[in-house]
């Protein structure tokens, strides 16, 4: 079971292109062309076919391109058809927080796991939108959550544990002197002596 929106991605990518091998006539004669579960959450149970699962996975595609707006409608669309699906909160939050919505992707977090409390991917991006925010201690409570959900380690706890120490090697480094301003440049005399 896929949690992380990276993980999904890279699966959605590889089922995307062979989705586009399946050929249309066969698509027509009723072949299928449900695929692409979402994973992470169950959250293809149920969609194959419809108006949310189509949003949701348009949205993940956006998000994979890095055109976080654009997939926000998307996902609201996606989150009308299933309001309790951690996944789409999950990703409502991380598309926020990449565009420095703050407090609108905290709330998307915190709602995702009043959903689903043991969502590895949400805990790690809280956790990294928790030192955007400059609160390393909830960010190493996000962390301590990981570590009580992936006993044998996972790849949200050693991703989180890699922000919180970047940001801590971040904290001590002394500041650098700010740039001295160059000497005013000495004006030279015009040619031929002086006027």
Same mark, same amino acid.
């Given at each position: 079971?896929?949690?992380?929106? @990276?993980?999904?991605? @890279?699966?959605?990518?590889?089922?995307?292109?062979?989705?586009?091998?399946?050929?249309?006539?066969?698509?027509?004669?009723?072949?299928? !062309?449900? !695929?692409?579960?979402?994973?992470?959450?169950?959250? !293809?149970?149920?969609? *194959?076919?419809?108006?949310?699962?189509?949003?949701?996975?348009?949205?993940?595609?956006?998000?994979?391109?890095?055109?976080?707006?654009?997939?926000?409608?998307?996902? %609201? *669309?996606?989150?009308?058809?299933?309001? %309790?699906?951690?996944?789409?909160? %999950? $990703?409502?939050?991380?598309?926020?927080?990449?565009?420095?919505?703050?407090?609108?992707?905290?709330?998307?977090?915190? *709602?995702?796991?009043? *959903?689903?409390?043991?969502?590895?991917?949400?805990?790690? $991006?809280?956790?990294?939108?928790?030192?955007?925010?400059?609160?390393?201690?909830?960010?190493?409570?996000?962390?301590?959550?990981?570590?009580?959900?992936?006993?044998?380690?996972?790849?949200?706890?050693?991703?989180?544990?890699?922000?919180? @120490?970047?940001?801590?090697?971040? @904290?001590?480094?002394?500041?650098?002197?700010?740039?001295?301003?160059?000497?005013?440049?000495?004006?030279?005399?015009?040619?031929?002596?002086?006027?």
């Amino acid at each position: 079971m896929l949690k992380h929106p @990276a993980e999904e991605i @890279a699966m959605r990518g590889v089922l995307f292109a062979a989705a586009l091998l399946i050929s249309p006539p066969c698509l027509a004669m009723g072949g299928g !062309g449900g !695929g692409m579960g979402m994973g992470g959450g169950g959250y !293809g149970s149920g969609m *194959r076919g419809s108006a949310g699962f189509d949003d949701y996975g348009t949205a993940v595609r956006l998000i994979k391109h890095e055109k976080y707006s654009d997939a926000i409608p998307y996902l %609201n *669309r996606a989150l009308q058809q299933r309001p %309790n699906n951690a996944d789409v909160l %999950n $990703y409502l939050g991380y598309t926020h927080r990449m565009l420095g919505d703050y407090p609108g992707s905290l709330d998307f977090y915190q *709602r995702a796991l009043a *959903r689903d409390p043991d969502h590895k991917g949400a805990h790690e $991006y809280l956790g990294e939108l928790y030192l955007k925010m400059n609160r390393l201690a909830d960010a190493q409570g996000e962390l301590a959550q990981l570590t009580r959900l992936c006993v044998d380690g996972c790849e949200e706890r050693d991703v989180l544990t890699k922000a919180i @120490a970047d940001y801590q090697l971040a @904290a001590a480094a002394p500041a650098t002197p700010a740039a001295q301003p160059a000497a005013p440049a000495q004006t030279a005399a015009p040619a031929g002596g002086t006027p």
